[in-house]
C-alpha cells in the first residue's frame, strides 16, 4: 500500500483567495487523482494528474480554477483559486495501487469564510 | 455512463446486530468493485474489494460478494461494534477507465451499545 501525506490537514481561508494542497506519496506513482468532498455527499473527481502532462479535469472542473501542478512522480499540488463559501469541501488526493484500488490521504477540510 | 447506488442512510444498529448495505452499479465492461469506509474526520480506507464476477472480498468481518447477474456489491457484516461506525462508500473503477473512481452517495452507519 501507499502511503499518502496531505498538507494543510485543514485550512479556513478568506473568500477571493487561493490555497494550495500538497500530496506526497511514499513511492513513485504514475497516477495521482484529486478529489472533492462536499459536506455531506461523495466524493467527486476533479482531475487525474500524471507526470510530464497536463491535468485531464472532469466535466465541471478547469484549470483556472483548479490548476495541478506534477512535478514528480511523488508529489502533486492542487491550488483552489479565488475561493467563495461554495468551495467549502474536503479535498483528497488518491493514488492507484499496484492493483486495482485507489490509496487516500487524510484529506484537507476546507473551510471559506 | 457508469453509476453507483446505495442505499441511503442513516443506518442505526444495535451492537451484534447484522449489517447489510446494498449496492448496486451501472458500468461499461468489466468494473473491479469497492467499498471504502471513512471514519469520523479521517479520509478513506479502502475495505475490500472484488475484481472479477462471483469474487468475495472480506475484510475485519465485512464481506462483499460480485454478483453481475444482478450488478451488485452489497455489504455484509455478521454482528458490528460500535468502532463500526464511519460512513461507507460502495465504488467501482475499471481500467478502460483510466482507473477513476466512481462513488455512491455513501451510507452513514450508527451502532449503538
Known amino acids: 500500500s501507499a502511503v499518502i501525506s496531505q498538507k494543510p490537514s485543514r485550512d479556513i481561508c478568506q473568500r477571493g483567495t487561493s490555497l494550495t494542497i500538497q500530496c506526497q506519496v511514499d513511492?513513485?506513482?504514475?497516477?495521482m487523482f484529486w478529489y472533492r468532498q462536499q459536506p455531506g455527499q461523495s466524493l467527486t473527481l476533479i482531475a487525474t494528474?500524471?507526470?510530464?502532462?497536463?491535468?485531464?479535469?472532469e466535466s465541471g472542473f478547469v484549470i483556472d480554477k483548479f490548476p495541478i501542478s506534477r512535478p514528480n512522480l511523488t508529489f502533486s499540488t492542487l491550488t483552489v483559486s479565488n475561493m467563495s463559501p461554495e468551495d467549502s469541501s474536503i479535498y483528497l488526493c488518491?493514488?492507484?495501487?499496484?492493483?486495482?484500488?485507489?490509496?487516500f490521504g487524510q484529506g484537507t477540510r476546507l473551510t471559506v469564510v | 455512463g457508469n453509476s453507483v447506488t446505495q442505499m441511503e442512510g442513516p443506518v442505526t444498529l444495535s451492537e451484534e446486530a447484522f449489517l447489510t448495505i446494498n449496492c448496486t452499479y451501472t458500468a461499461t465492461g468489466y468494473p473491479s468493485l469497492f467499498w471504502y469506509v471513512q471514519y469520523p474526520g479521517e479520509g478513506l480506507q479502502l475495505l475490500l474489494k472484488a475484481t472479477k464476477a462471483d469474487d468475495k472480498g472480506s475484510n475485519k468481518g465485512f464481506e462483499a460478494t460480485y454478483r453481475k447477474e444482478t450488478t451488485s456489491f452489497h455489504l455484509e457484516k455478521g454482528s458490528v461494534q460500535v468502532s463500526d461506525s464511519a460512513v461507507y462508500f460502495c465504488?467501482?473503477?475499471?481500467?478502460?477507465?483510466?482507473?477513476?473512481?466512481?462513488f455512491g452517495t455513501g451510507t452513514q452507519l450508527k451502532v449503538e451499545l
Open positions: 488518491s493514488v492507484k495501487g499496484a492493483s486495482t484500488e485507489a490509496f
Open positions: 513511492s513513485q506513482v504514475t497516477m
Open positions: 465504488a467501482l473503477s475499471y481500467t478502460g477507465g483510466g482507473n477513476k473512481l466512481t
Open positions: 494528474a500524471n507526470q510530464g502532462s497536463e491535468a485531464t479535469y
